[in-house]
């Protein structure tokens, strides 16, 4: 696939299913990741590859996360949710780490971590992945924060669920570039 069509195509894909990504794979996407805008090279980033048992570890936490949202949750939802960290093979938690620095403000460094995870997505279309960038409700949770080791300034940008595709790809939607740009001339 050409870089062009790379950037105009990339789609992302819901239903996925095994086997995970291999490691070449893998080096392939936390390499495109590692190549994110970084402002004074803080590299503020983090990553953690759940799959296999250790879903079950991210579905426990949701579980929780949502029974904190809504104590009168009933068990057979919360056994949903749960269920919901098996939808792909593999997920990766995408952590900004955020560091201490006069220049760089906080939502710098958010950027940044944003930017690996879009990375990740592009490198996912290259390697012919499946992938798709999740939050649901609960990345934001405390429950979630603490069950990922978040110091207080960091933030949980998002899950990159990943695996090969099922099904066809959506179609994309049909915006135009005259809607969204201003010109200062
Ligand atoms: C920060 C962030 C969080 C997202 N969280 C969810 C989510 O929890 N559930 C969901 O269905 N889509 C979520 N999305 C949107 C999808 O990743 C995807 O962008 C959307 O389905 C449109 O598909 P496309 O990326 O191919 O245009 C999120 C996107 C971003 C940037």
Redesign the pocket.
């Known amino acids: 696939m050409d870089a062009k069509t790379l950037l105009l195509k990339?789609?992302?894909h819901?239903k996925l299913e095994g086997p995970a990504p291999t490691a070449e794979q893998l080096d392939t996407l936390y390499r495109a990741a590692l190549r994110a805008p970084d402002h004074k090279g803080l590299a503020p980033w983090r990553f953690v590859e759940i799959s296999g048992e250790g879903r079950k570890r991210l579905g426990d936490l949701s579980a929780r996360a949502e029974k904190l949202r809504k104590p009168e949750i009933k068990e057979d939802k919360l056994e949903s949710i749960k269920l919901k960290a098996e939808r792909a093979p593999m997920i990766i938690a995408v952590i900004a780490r955020i560091k201490d620095n006069k220049k760089v403000p906080r939502v710098e460094q958010v950027a940044s971590a944003?930017c690996a995870a879009h990375a990740m997505l592009y490198a996912a279309e290259v390697e012919g992945l499946g992938a798709?960038?999740?939050?649901?409700d609960f990345a934001h949770s405390p429950v979630v924060r603490e069950g990922f080791g978040l110091t207080p300034v960091d933030e949980l940008?998002?899950f990159i669920y990943l695996g090969h595709k099922v099904g066809h790809e959506?179609k994309?939607?049909n915006l135009q570039p005259k809607d969204f740009v201003e010109r200062w001339t």
């Open positions: 990339r789609n992302s819901g944003a798709m960038w999740r939050t649901g940008v998002g959506k994309l939607p």
